[in-house]
Every structure is written in C-alpha cells, then in structure tokens.
T-cell receptor, first 109, second 121 residues
Framework: GQNIDQPTEMTATEGAIVQINCTYQTSGFNGLFWYQQHAGEAPTFLSYNVLDGLEEKGRFSSFLSRSKGYSYLLLKELQMKDSASYLCAVTDSNYQLIWGAGTKLIIKP | EPEVTQTPSHQVTQMGQEVILRCVPISNHLYFYWYRQILGQKVEFLVSFYNNEISEKSEIFDDQFSVERPDGSNFTLKIRSTKLEDSAMYFC???????????????????FGEGSRLTVL
C-alpha cells in the first residue's frame, strides 16, 4: 500500500530551528510537496522537490533523498505565526497526489 | 494575485438533502480538483477534472458525488442525499501543468480555495 509517515506533533521555541521529517512508500515517485495549513484554513504551498538535494527558500528549506524515501522540511528563525500543520504529499507513478496526515507544529515563546 | 474562490464558506444542511459547493478556479488554469478534510484528519483527494471531464477520482467519490463545469468559470461539486459523515471542509484547487514535465498536472503547485465547511445534521 501507499504510505506517508510524519510525526503527529512537534514543539519548538520561537527563534529556534526545527526539522520535520517525512518518509514515504509509494508506487513510484514523481515529486514531493510540502504544504502549510493553519487551523481552519486551506493548505498553502511551501516547496516542491523532485531531485535529490536541498531546496532553500527564505527561512524554509526542503530536502529530498529518493533512494531513502525521505524528505525533511527545515524551518529557521521560528516565528509564532509558523504554528501550523505541515503536510507532506507525494505524487506517485500515476501522478496521484498522496497526502500525509500532517505534523502539528507548536511554537512556544 | 489571482486566487481560487469558493462559496459558501459554511453550509449547514439536514441529512438527506442535496448540497452544491461552488468554486471559481484561477482563470488560466487547466486542472481542477476537489479535496475534503474531515476535522482533525488528513486531506483526501476526491476528484480531478480536465478538459470538461473527470480525469481521476478516488473511491470516496461514489455515485453520491458529481462535478460540473457549467460555464467557463465555475466548477461545482454536488453531493446528493448528504450523510452525517459528509461533514467536512471541502477544498477546491486548481493548477497549471509545468511545461517541462510535458504538461503533467501533479508537478505543478496546487492553488487552494479557502474551503467550504459542510455540516450535516
């Protein structure tokens, strides 16, 4: 079956760095997305990785290792507004987008 | 900045009633989607739509559901005979395929509407 695993919840301190991991087992791979979702709101796009390596975009970076079926989202200089759920989603061989359950990130002052 | 818009933002209905959720995708996008998210659970794919027909649908998208693009701008999700378990947030999304990928829709960023919260009593 197809599966995406990410931690249910993480806590971090304002100003710190946090890494949210995602592992996947899917039938084929055509890219991995990270989305941010604040409670009661729609997901918003953060990043897309299809090749191995690190993609940096401001305070957020996303890493992919296709051989390990692994990605992480790195958030630096955490702000209170970063408190949200972070969703990992993978496109499989049929170009179907498979969603993880999301990681709820709690930022403390 | 162009955005996907959805109406209504919240609808309360009685079990067994029909509901229509409306979406206006971004005007130059070619692929349209409906997703749902039951409170506290993961985002679930319902259906994708391209060139005026369904391109893919999930097992959730049974005969109770239908989609339509009645004109050049609206994209609707109809839920017939609603059930209690249909209570969820329904998100519409659209995207424009990346040309480098040969036009595959799932290599492009999805743009989501703000969602329609459906409560079935």
């Amino acid at each position: 079956g197809q599966n995406i695993d990410q931690p249910t919840e993480m806590t971090a301190t304002e100003g710190a760095i946090v890494q949210i991991n995602c592992t996947y087992q899917t039938s084929g791979f055509n890219g991995l997305f990270w989305y941010q979702q604040h409670a009661g709101e729609a997901p918003t796009f953060l990043s897309y990785n299809v090749l191995d390596g690190l993609e940096e975009k401001g305070r957020f970076s996303s890493f992919l290792s296709r051989s390990k079926g692994y990605s992480y989202l790195l958030l630096k200089e955490l702000q209170m507004k970063d408190s949200a759920s972070y969703l990992c989603a993978v496109t499989d061989s049929n170009y179907q987008l498979i969603w993880g359950a999301g990681t709820k990130l709690i930022i403390k002052p | 900045e162009p955005e996907v818009t959805q109406t209504p933002s919240h609808q309360v209905t009685q079990m067994g009633q029909e509901v229509i959720l409306r979406c206006v995708p971004i005007s130059n996008h070619l692929y349209f989607y409906w997703y749902r998210q039951i409170l506290g659970q993961k985002v679930e794919f319902l259906v994708s739509f391209y060139n005026n027909e369904i391109s893919e649908k999930s097992e959730i998208f049974d005969d109770q559901f239908s989609v339509e693009r009645p004109d050049g701008s609206n994209f609707t999700l109809k839920i017939r005979s609603t059930k209690l378990e249909d209570s969820a947030m329904y998100f519409c999304a659209s995207n424009l395929p990346e040309l480098a990928s040969g036009g595959d829709p799932n290599t492009g960023e999805l743009f989501f509407g703000e969602g329609s919260r459906l409560t079935v009593l």
